[in-house]
């Protein structure tokens, strides 16, 4: 837990951020700006809450993965659809610098909430809208989550083996980076209501963040009218780049995008010969004969256990990485070192829990998780009553219970 001296000088604890976001990309995004100290409070639907908190796998019925992307905010109860919940919005955005929502385009103006009319009480106001497709657009009310958002941008088709289905990724990638890419745009358009003195919204739809993130694809179209294709694990642009199996039966991922890199990599797997080969004498080369390139790679790793190939590449500094499952991340030294996983005590569930830590260090002002995602509207008497002044008739007849113990 961070120290009061600690909270007071986090890098962003002059941030007041109100989340009335659900799922993943928003909620992200208000997660990496509570790690650098930003006051975070997530607005839930009284008795359900955010819909993360059914996601995937949970302990003794409490979801997990809401404990990491929730993380030190705070939770109150709102119906939204209701003229308590509005009128509670409103009262907040006075002091509010930021707000993050994902509602599908129209919504949050059709209850009276949306950026013009919060705009009007709080100039200096900023609002992330996250949407599948965008505010604008023929398909801006379409729903849209990031695994639509996968396909539409392109990233599933160009993802698999070659001559098999389309494949999507393991995770959230499309929610996570727009995540990413939310918390970012927030810090600009805070950076511009310094130099302004005004507020405004930020129109991000997911499909854009993965297009932006997938690569060359579509520069490489316009000139050159190439459709990218699947190729597995390798890349059209450098070579090699693939998985290859030890004889442990572990695996590994190279890159040696740069020449020195293959000039080592070669010298880690005893194959020399490879750097006389007019078929690999450079890049460009060796995407044009993978084939041959990877047959050579995976029969030389093929002659080491895993062991001793990571010793070996870690004395010749080669571009040579095992493929960890999460058992392995949690036994790796470096892991440890760097503190890249951390406990943090969960009242709810009266235990630690390890997650993922802060993303990033700052010298001055480092990131730190506070707490881990709050029970459902345990910050609803410190807020709607001791901040707005509501009294308790009027919370219990908007259907806001008060009993959530302070975790």
């Known amino acids: ?9 986090a890098a962003l604890s002059n941030l007041k951020v109100l989340d009335l976001s659900n799922f993943l990309a928003a909620p992200m995004c208000g997660m990496l700006l509570a790690d650098f100290g930003a006051d975070v409070l997530k607005v839930e639907l009284p008795g359900i809450g955010d819909e993360m908190r059914n996601w995937g796998s949970n302990r003794d019925g409490v979801g997990l993965y809401h404990k990491v992307i929730n993380r030190g905010k705070k939770s109150v109860t709102l119906d939204l659809r209701t003229p308590f919940g509005v009128e509670v919005v409103k009262r907040l955005v006075k002091e509010y ?34 949407t599948g497709f965008g505010q604008t657009g023929p398909y801006a009310k379409r729903p849209g989550f990031g695994t639509l958002a996968e396909a539409y941008a392109g990233y599933a088709y160009i993802s698999g083996q070659p001559g098999e289905d389309p494949m999507l990724p393991g995770f959230g990638l499309a929610d996570s980076s727009t995540g990413l890419m939310g918390a970012y745009l927030t810090m600009v358009a805070i950076n511009e209501r310094h130099r302004s003195g005004v507020g405004q919204y930020i129109d991000l739809a997911i499909y854009e963040s993965m297009m932006t993130m997938i690569g060359p694809f579509i520069i490489n179209y316009d000139q050159l009218g190439k459709v990218q294709e699947r190729s597995g694990s390798r890349l059209p642009f450098t070579a090699p780049r693939n998985i290859y199996k030890t ?13 020195s890199a293959f000039i080592t990599i070669c010298k880690v797997l005893n194959m020399p010969e490879l750097l006389e080969d007019p078929r ?23 002659q080491f256990d895993l062991e001793g190939l990571l010793k070996k590449s870690d004395e010749c500094n080669a571009t040579i990485s095992p493929i960890n499952s999460v058992a392995q991340i949690f036994a790796d030294k470096h892991i440890q070192e760097r503190g890249n996983i951390v406990s ?63 975790v």
């Open 1 to 9: 837990m961070t120290n009061d001296n600690a909270q007071r000088t």
């Open 97 to 130: 610098d930021v707000v993050l929502e994902n509602y599908r385009t129209g919504t949050l103006e059709k209850w009276g909430i949306g950026y013009e009319q919060l705009n009007e009480i709080n100039p200096r106001l900023i609002m992330l809208r996250i």
């Open 247 to 259: 004889c442990d039966n572990q695996f590994i991922t190279i890159g040696g995008s740069a020449q």
């Open 280 to 302: 690999f004498l450079n890049n460009r080369l060796r995407i044009k004969n993978i084939d041959a390139l990877d047959f050579e790679i995976q029969k030389c790793v093929a």
């Open 344 to 406: 943090i005590f969960d009242g709810e569930l009266n235990d630690m829990l390890r997650m993922q830590n802060v993303v990033g260090r700052l010298s001055q002002t480092p990131g730190e998780i506070r707490t881990t995602g709050p029970s459902i509207g345990n910050g609803n008497r410190e807020i709607l009553i001791e901040k707005l002044g509501f009294s308790e008739q009027e919370i219990w007849q908007a259907g806001i219970t008060l009993d959530h113990s302070n």
